[in-house]
């Protein structure tokens, strides 16, 4: 995409790092009250009055995190955002600004940056939330994003990870192991390309789990469902390394054990048919993929009825002494302990 030679390319060092800026961030509106001073100053002023703040950061690594091959820099820059934002609602807070930093080589002209910024921009207005701020600098290796999210949360409603109990439900929202299967479609008509350069990869079978990994949104609904049903999660974490090693987070910072049931595990049809197609196990796939940016959370029973005629929650398991330990309960009603095998960061 960036590679294209018919493009209009500016060259970054046309402008100075300020006018980057300027550039890059000339069309981000204030929306909260909270943002007193955005970008434009040596910093960002806030006023959270009686509310908690929260706080989350992510760094994006080119050949790391994301594949410019196939992974549209608007797409990229979407996606740099809502990840942050997840973490954000996995605390039971509601997101109100971002910063984003970058580092640039300079096979990038600012009309890549510019598509880049676009994508943080669509998730700033469809999330709500404030730019206020980052940095720019060049880079030898490709390119990088870090981005800052910062939310707010009233006193009390605040989530943690450790707070879960034995006989709480264990429910997960949505469906899981789409954003994986995304990834092994992507890569292999990549493979595919580097064969054949003048074929045309057909993504359209593959619609759903294509844009759960290019285009994931995060749980802002959830957030505001539980609210409304007067359910408050007694632990909660975002799926972004995979169901399993979530499950050990939340068991291990709470002090209990699990027992999870495959057959509740939630599977999209075109996960468990692309599955298939590549002679992958669907239950493996969704414990172990990863990037689903679905909440994963824990509840005492006394408020299933809240949710159980909800479409968007699935009752997965529950939570045990920590003696029981974790366990994957098959279909085959046998016990398989829990292992954490997601997303690693230094793998080599």
């Given at each position: 995409?960036?590679?294209?030679?018919?493009?209009?390319?500016?060259?970054?060092?046309?402008?100075?790092?300020?006018?980057?800026?300027?550039?890059?961030?000339?069309?981000?509106?204030?929306?909260?009250?909270?943002?007193?001073?955005?970008?434009?100053?040596?910093?960002?002023?806030?006023?959270?009055?009686?509310?908690?703040?929260?706080?989350?950061?992510?760094?994006?690594?080119?050949?790391?995190?994301?594949?410019?091959?196939?992974?549209?820099?608007?797409?990229?820059?979407?996606?740099?955002?809502?990840?942050?934002?997840?973490?954000?609602?996995?605390?039971?807070?509601?997101?109100?600004?971002?910063?984003?930093?970058?580092?640039?080589?300079?096979?990038?002209?600012?009309?890549?940056?510019?598509?880049?910024?676009?994508?943080?921009?669509?998730?700033?207005?469809?999330?709500?939330?404030?730019?206020?701020?980052?940095?720019?600098?060049?880079?030898?290796?490709?390119?990088?994003?870090?981005?800052?999210?910062?939310?707010?949360?009233?006193?009390?409603?605040?989530?943690?990870?450790?707070?879960?109990?034995?006989?709480?439900?264990?429910?997960?929202?949505?469906?899981?192991?789409?954003?994986?299967?995304?990834?092994?479609?992507?890569?292999?008509?990549?493979?595919?390309?580097?064969?054949?350069?003048?074929?045309?990869?057909?993504?359209?079978?593959?619609?759903?789990?294509?844009?759960?990994?290019?285009?994931?949104?995060?749980?802002?609904?959830?957030?505001?469902?539980?609210?409304?049903?007067?359910?408050?999660?007694?632990?909660m974490i975002d799926i972004s390394d995979g169901l399993s090693s979530e499950i050990i987070h939340?068991?291990?910072?709470?002090?209990?054990?699990?027992?999870?049931?495959?057959?509740?595990?939630?599977?999209?049809?075109?996960?468990?048919?692309?599955?298939?197609?590549?002679?992958?196990?669907?239950?493996?796939?969704?414990?172990?993929?990863?990037?689903?940016?679905?909440?994963?959370?824990?509840?005492?029973?006394?408020?299933?009825?809240?949710?159980?005629?909800?479409?968007?929650?699935?009752?997965?398991?529950?939570?045990?002494?920590?003696?029981?330990?974790?366990?994957?309960?098959?279909?085959?009603?046998?016990?398989?302990?829990?292992?954490?095998?997601?997303?690693?960061?230094?793998?080599?």
């Amino acid at each position: 995409m960036i590679e294209d030679k018919n493009q209009e390319r500016t060259p970054l060092s046309h402008l100075g790092e300020f006018a980057l800026i300027e550039h890059l961030t000339k069309n981000f509106r204030i929306k909260h009250t909270s943002t007193l001073k955005g970008v434009g100053d040596d910093a960002a002023v806030l006023d959270f009055k009686n509310k908690k703040v929260v706080l989350t950061t992510d760094l994006l690594v080119e050949s790391v995190h994301f594949d410019l091959s196939y992974m549209p820099l608007k797409h990229l820059g979407y996606k740099a955002v809502i990840v942050n934002l997840s973490d954000v609602y996995a605390m039971n807070a509601t997101p109100t600004q971002i910063t984003v930093s970058i580092a640039v080589s300079n096979r990038f002209p600012l009309e890549a940056l510019e598509d880049l910024y676009a994508g943080i921009e669509t998730a700033t207005n469809i999330y709500n939330v404030d730019l206020i701020g980052g940095d720019t600098t060049s880079s030898n290796t490709g390119l990088l994003i870090s981005v800052t999210a910062i939310g707010e949360v009233e006193e009390g409603k605040e989530v943690y990870r450790d707070g879960a109990k034995p006989n709480d439900l264990l429910v997960v929202s949505g469906d899981l192991g789409g954003a994986y299967m995304g990834l092994q479609v992507l890569e292999r008509e990549k493979e595919v390309y580097k064969v054949n350069p003048s074929s045309q990869p057909d993504l359209e079978p593959y619609t759903y789990i294509v844009e759960r990994q290019l285009k994931p949104e995060a749980r802002k609904d959830i957030v505001k469902l539980l609210n409304d049903l007067d359910v408050k999660p007694t632990s909660m974490i975002d799926i972004s390394d995979g169901l399993s090693s979530e499950i050990i987070h939340l068991c291990k910072q709470s002090g209990v054990g699990c027992d999870l049931y495959e057959e509740k595990i939630p599977l999209d049809p075109a996960v468990i048919s692309v599955c298939e197609e590549f002679n992958i196990d669907s239950t493996t796939v969704a414990l172990n993929g990863g990037e689903d940016y679905e909440l994963l959370f824990t509840i005492s029973q006394e408020d299933f009825p809240k949710i159980k005629a909800n479409p968007n929650f699935t009752v997965i398991g529950f939570m045990k002494e920590a003696e029981s330990g974790m366990h994957l309960v098959t279909r085959s009603e046998s016990k398989i302990p829990l292992k954490a095998q997601g997303w690693k960061n230094f793998n080599v």
